[in-house]
């Protein structure tokens, strides 16, 4: 079969690329949105974790504290005679 409008094929054609183009580029601007996006939200993790790691660790420093002072304050236990032993 003859083509007889080659020029109206080759239009189509190149209207056909453009848009697979378009649709690319904006694929593309979305796929590069969304990394953005999960960057800014990994970052945002990170800083909560930092965040909780130091408090983790102040609160660990005072429980050590408070151990170390009541190991050396306290008396030591007296050994009483139970029933057994009398």
């Known amino acids: 079969m003859l083509n007889w409008r080659p020029v109206v094929d080759y239009e189509l054609r190149e209207i ?6 378009i649709e690319y580029k904006l694929r593309m601007q979305q796929l590069q949105s969304e ?22 660790d102040e609160l660990n420093s005072k429980i050590d504290t408070l151990f170390s002072s ?3 304050n306290s008396t030591p236990h007296q050994n009483t005679p139970d029933s057994s032993e009398a």
């Open 16 to 21: 056909e690329f453009d848009r697979k183009e």
């Open 70 to 72: 009541s190991s050396t």
């Open 35 to 56: 990394e953005q996006q999960r960057q800014i939200a990994h970052e945002q993790r990170m800083k909560q974790l930092k965040s909780e790691i130091a408090r983790l």
